[in-house]
């Protein structure tokens, strides 16, 4: 019933910018946990960013804070991933994933997410 659908990505040189967005439908994403990940070929999927819905707190990965910002719209019903200073190392399938039960705290474990897009394809070139 839930449905996240990412977009925004593509293929950029290393410094320039994209900004990742992730609509919902089937349920509104206001006061729920909402994380996006990313998974490079032959990697684990890996924690990227994720906000409190209610509170609007905010957890990014180490590697990513300061050129990520990760935001919500409740009028659109979409979270955004505004990445910045893209480097190569950032290349992967990026998904957005949220959780069914609301008011839960943000993890950086994918296990923890109930619902996920279907990722989008981020190419950093150096």
């Known amino acids: 019933q839930v449905r996240l659908v990412e977009s925004g990505g593509g293929l950029v040189q290393a410094g320039e910018s994209l900004r990742l967005s992730c609509a919902a439908s089937?349920?509104?994403?206001?006061?729920?946990?909402v994380a996006w990940f990313r998974q490079a070929p032959g990697k684990e999927r890996e924690f990227v960013a994720a906000i409190s819905w209610a509170s609007g707190w905010t957890y990014y990965l180490e590697t990513v804070r300061g050129r990520f910002t990760i935001s919500r719209d409740s009028a659109k019903n979409t979270v955004d991933l505004q990445m910045n200073s893209l480097k190569p190392e950032d290349t992967a399938v990026y998904y957005c994933a949220t959780d069914r039960s609301p008011y839960t705290l943000p993890t950086g474990t994918a296990a923890e997410y109930d619902y996920w897009g279907r990722g989008t394809q981020v190419t950093v070139s150096s």
């Open positions: 089937g349920r509104t994403l206001s006061n729920y946990a």
